[in-house]
């Protein structure tokens, strides 16, 4: 490869996304948008991040995730009996 010819690296910034926990995301520097914040960034987020999975396989199992957690929650240990302190 002849190194004359190439072209040097450049870094496109195509935004940042940050998912902030509950139902709340922010997403900045978005092209034409600055800033969204909030239940819509959250959907916008969840939007993209199941766009961007490679197979359908993946995108089902990721709602499916997500449905589980909607309804028991992330910590399924409290379903058994309750630990008491030694």
Do not use: C
């Not at 996304?17 to 914040?37: C, D, E, K, Q, W």
């Amino acid at each position: 490869m002849d190194e004359s010819k190439t072209k040097p690296f450049e870094f496109h910034n195509k935004g940042t996304m940050a998912y902030l926990g509950g139902l709340t995301a922010i997403m900045a520097n978005l092209p034409g948008v600055s800033r969204i914040t909030g239940f819509v960034a959250f959907l916008a987020w969840r939007f993209t991040y199941w766009f961007l999975q490679l197979s359908m396989r993946n995108r089902f199992m990721l709602v499916t995730d997500w449905l589980r957690t909607f309804i028991f929650g992330r910590d399924l240990t409290r379903f058994g009996p309750r630990s008491k302190p030694t």
